[in-house]
C-alpha cells in the first residue's frame, strides 16, 4: 500500500521488511490520531475549535493518500478493491444500524426507517440534509463521501491514462469542490451540514490528497517539501486554521490543503512525528479506528443533548467498538476475502 523509494530497494530484506512495517505502522497511527480527535472532540470539546470536524479531515485526507497509492501506483484490480472496500465496511455497518434500530427504539433518540435505509446505502450524505435523518445515524455523512470517493477514483483510474493528466483532473475537480463550498456556504448562506455534507463538496479532501500523493510517487514533490520538519509543520498549521476564529470557508480551502501536504509527506518526517504515530497505543487505535468511529455517535448523543456524564458513555464506546471489530469486523473481513 506505499510506493517503493529507491532506498528500500537497496536495502537488505529485512531491513526493507522493517521499514514496510514502520510505515504501516505510523499510517496507522494518523487514523488513531483520527479517531481520538473525534472522540475528544465529542466528549471532551475543547473550546475554539471542533476537534471532531478536525478528525474527520484528518480521516479524509489518509483516505485519499491511501485510494492514490492502491488505485493509481499499485494499480490494484477493481474487482478486488471493491470487494475488500465492502467486507472491510458493510458487516460492521450493518450490524451497527440494526442493533441502533432496536436498541433506541422508543428513545429520546429518534430512529426513522428512511434514515437507517439511507445509511445502508450510502446516501445518507443528502438525504439526511434534504429528506429525513436520525441524530444515532449523522456520522455516516462521512462514510458516504468516502464510498463516493472511491467509485469516482475507480473510475478516474479505468477512464484516464497518463498520471499527469490523473493529476490534472484531480486537482482540478478539488478545486471545483472548494469552490462550490465557499460559495454554498459563503455567499447562498447555506448552512454548515447542507453545505459541508455534501460529496460535490468535502470530496475535494479526498482528491487533493490523492493528487499529492501520485506527485510524490513521481518525484515531482518540490526538495522541500521533503524535509523532515514539513509534515509537523504543515499538520501544525492545518489544526490552528480550524480553529474557530477563521471563517470556515478557509477551513476548507487553506487548512485542507496542508492537512493533505501532512499525511504526504510523512514518509519524509523524523522521529518525533513517525514515533508517537508508531507508538503501540496509536497504532491499536487505529485498527480499532472503524468500529470506534460506527459507535460513538449513539453514546456522544446521550452526552450532547441529555447531558450524560461522558467518561461512562466513552467506555461504553469502546465497549461496543472493541466487540465490534473482534466480533464482527475482523472476522467478516477475514472470511469474505478468503470465501468470495
Known sequence: ?????????VLPRAAADKEARARLAYLDGWRGLSIALVLIGHFFPVPGINLGVLGVEFFFVLSGRLMGEILFIERFPLKKFFKRRFSRIYPALLVFVIAAMVGLAGTYIAFKWKAALTALTFTYNYAGIFINRAGALDHIWSLCVEEHSYILLALISVMVTGRTNVVRLLVVLALLAMANGAISYGVLGMGYETTYWRTDVHIASILLSAAICLLKADGRLPAFLKSQHVALVAAATGVLLFSDPVPTPLHYTLAVPLLALAVNTLDFAGSALKGPLSSRPM??????????????????KFVDERGSAPIPMLAAVFACALCSYYVIEKPARGWLNRNW
Open 1 to 9: 500500500m506505499t510506493d517503493i523509494s529507491a532506498a528500500s530497494v
Open 283 to 300: 497504532v491499536m487505535l487505529g485498527l480499532w479506528s472503524y468500529s470506534l468511529y460506527l459507535w460513538q455517535q449513539p453514546f456522544y
